[in-house]
């Protein structure tokens, strides 16, 4: 077995990686990869982003680069699934650690960290708060939203009692594309996100689950009231 074969796993399907890394010298490099892939996207976008670029800033060779990724697609696509999965972990951790009140403070808990993730993680809003620039990347942006409505889904059922439905499903994906599409509008002109957008973000998300919620109560009550006639 050859050297590259004893760093390397085999590849899952629909990882943007080439292999995974196995050892710890090998992941720190592919760390180093992604993180000089956010800074360029940052600093130039997408069009100016190539693997030569990111192999100079991160201080690999270039054939390092394409041992992982086989282009500046798949980079792409890597750094949104890690930005997808710290998210995750951070909001995880907030509903771990801290108590709500309701479910519109779990709602406002979210967007804060995905505000703060646009504002501080390098890449994060190159990758999110701007016209989509690589169709093959829509299936990423998607898996974003996904883990938001997932997240407070589990909040809802979990916490707050309510009855778990398609209803429940449809509602929260709509006010998560609805929600994020006005923080889109938050960060197009300014770099930290206008901070009235995002208030507005966070009234929308309510006022609408809020009907959404009142409705399914609505419903539950006349199931239970035609099953005890």
Known sequence: MDSVSRQQSPRTPGDPLRRRPAQRRSA??????????????????????????VAERA?????????FFP???????????RNV?????RVGRRFMTEEFA??????DAIIDEYVEMHRTVPGFRSLHFREVFDLNLLES???????IAGRLR???LAEFGIADSEELDRAMLVAVEAGDAVLKLAFRHDPDGDPEFV?????LIRGYLSGQLQAARRTAGRTDATAGA
């Open 28 to 53: 720190r490099r592919v760390e180093r990869m992604l993180d000089a892939c956010a800074e360029l996207l940052d600093e130039g976008g997408y069009d100016a982003l190539t693997t030569t670029r």
């Open 59 to 67: 201080g690999v060779a270039i054939g390092s680069v394409y041992q």
């Open 71 to 81: 282009d500046k697609r798949a980079l792409s696509q890597a750094l949104t699934k």
């Open 85 to 89: 999965e710290r998210f995750a972990a």
């Open 102 to 107: 309701g479910w519109w403070d779990a709602v």
């Open 141 to 147: 942006v998607a898996d974003t939203n996904m883990v």
């Open 154 to 156: 589990e909040l809802l």
């Open 199 to 203: 208030a507005e973000a966070k009234r």
